[in-house]
DNA sequence: CAATGATCCTGTCCGC
DNA sequence: TGCGGACAGGATCATT
């Protein structure tokens, strides 16, 4: 599931793809997938990329003529540049044309990602309220703690919360909770100063380590050039049966989702 | 406001 | 071999 490094790599990949091109097209081959906003009075493209932007797993480019594009790829979303371009597949559900002839493809299974075309002015009615960026010098141990203040539910689902933290999913949280050593059922508020501060730590160090290595694939994700990301092979509990140090891990259910920890390592 | 649960979607896997 | 059901889960919406 793309999640912050993921949608990080897949950003990189975008905008080296589209370096120094125009995007002369926009085709949708699925209602929902791609929608516009209603002051848009005028055709979006061509247009040329002058910057992208990752905020939490959304990602926003902005177009040279003042419109700007927001993708997310939920679950199952995957865009793939393809020099010379297929014809179209049962699961793409978007292309992008360029002006040399290649295509960014938006494949997506489960049809849950979503590209919107906006005027750039628009752009924060088009996003949510979102919590801070776990690489930027605003995650602190301080923020988290007076984000968690009064909260009763597990720390695991607060941490999925996209507007106290943005960008983190399933595996990172089951990741990051396993290094900082702490439960996921544990409350929100029973958490403590030196139990924030070990998971800002290793919320970044674990976030760094695996956009070095292109992300993690479990199932669909995929770099813009269909390669996997390599960190599947550095998780420590999601997905396993053992943790590092041979304990058996435990797999609970916490707010529909499921969550892997190992109750020997994690207090 | 906070917490929980349903919903959207389709391919895969498991048990019988 | 085939079938039904559980599962995968990010974000949003409804309910309590």
């Known amino acids: 599931m793309p999640e912050l490094p993921e949608v990080h790599t ?7 793809a589209l370096e120094g091109r125009q995007i002369s097209a926009l085709h949708s081959y699925y209602p929902g997938t791609v929608s516009y906003d209603p002051a848009l009075d005028y055709e979006p493209f061509p247009a040329r990329v002058i910057a ?4 939490g ?8 003529n003042a419109t700007s594009l927001i993708i997310h790829l939920r679950m199952t979303g995957k865009l793939i540049y393809e020099a010379q371009p297929n014809e179209v597949h049962k699961h793409e559900r978007a292309r992008f044309e360029l002006d040399n002839g290649a295509a960014i493809r938006f494949f997506d299974l489960r049809t849950f990602g979503k590209i919107i075309l906006l005027k750039s002015e628009n752009l924060q009615n ?9 690489l930027s010098p605003d995650f602190t141990a301080q923020y988290l703690l007076q984000k968690l203040k009064g909260r009763k539910a597990p720390i695991k689902n ?3 919360d996209q507007s106290i933290v943005a960008g ?9 909770l396993y290094r900082a050593r702490i439960r996921p059922e544990t409350a929100g508020d029973k958490i403590t100063l030196q139990q924030a501060k070990e998971m800002v730590k290793h ?3 674990v976030l760094n380590e695996a956009i070095l290595v292109g992300g993690t694939s479990v199932s669909d994700y995929r770099r813009i050039d269909d390669k996997t990301g390599e960190f599947q092979h550095f998780l420590r509990v999601y997905h396993k049966e053992i943790c590092p140090l041979g304990h058996e891990v ?6 529909g989702r499921s969550s892997f920890f190992c109750p020997l390592c994690q207090k």
């Open 10 to 16: 897949v950003l990189e990949g975008l905008q080296s």
């Open 52 to 55: 992208g932007i990752r905020r």
């Open 57 to 64: 797993k959304y990602m926003i480019l902005n177009l040279d």
């Open 126 to 134: 088009y996003l949510p309220k979102l919590g801070a960026e776990p």
């Open 158 to 160: 607060l941490l999925l």
């Open 168 to 176: 983190l999913g399933n595996i990172y949280v089951c990741e990051l």
């Open 203 to 205: 919320t970044v160090d």
């Open 250 to 255: 435990k797999r609970i259910r916490q707010g």
